[in-house]
């Protein structure tokens, strides 16, 4: 059987011991991405204030609303936390607009 030749760039200097295989593991990536850290933690923050434990009458009050048009609890809120606005069943276009982004973030996930 005719041995396989690998040439490597020889400006590619390994260190002492690397057989030039790919990595063990994947490269670590920070929990604000592979970009420039920014304003992350103060995203955070009001990402956490935003969605802290309101009371449970709030959050029963939002549940039901939600089923009585059709979202999930989350996107309600998100509604709510974005638009400050409280969805009504009139708003037959945005609600339509709301499941059609559902569905396409399902498809991407299972993708």
């Avoid at 593991?25 to 933690?41: A, C, D, Q």
């Avoid at 434990?53 to 609890?73: H, Q």
């Amino acid at each position: 059987m005719a041995e396989v030749e690998r040439s490597f760039p020889d400006d590619l200097a390994a260190p002492a011991g690397h057989n030039r295989g790919p990595p063990l593991e994947e490269e670590h990536t920070p929990e604000w991405g592979n970009g420039g850290i920014g304003n992350y933690f103060y995203w955070k923050a009001a990402n956490h204030a935003a969605w802290k434990n309101p009371s449970p009458g709030i959050v029963t009050f939002r549940i039901r609303k939600a089923e009585r048009l059709g979202l999930t609890y989350e996107e309600y809120t998100l509604e709510i936390l974005e638009r400050g606005r409280h969805l009504q069943v009139e708003d037959v276009e945005r609600i339509a607009e709301i499941k059609r982004t559902r569905v396409l973030r399902i498809a991407n996930h299972r993708s």
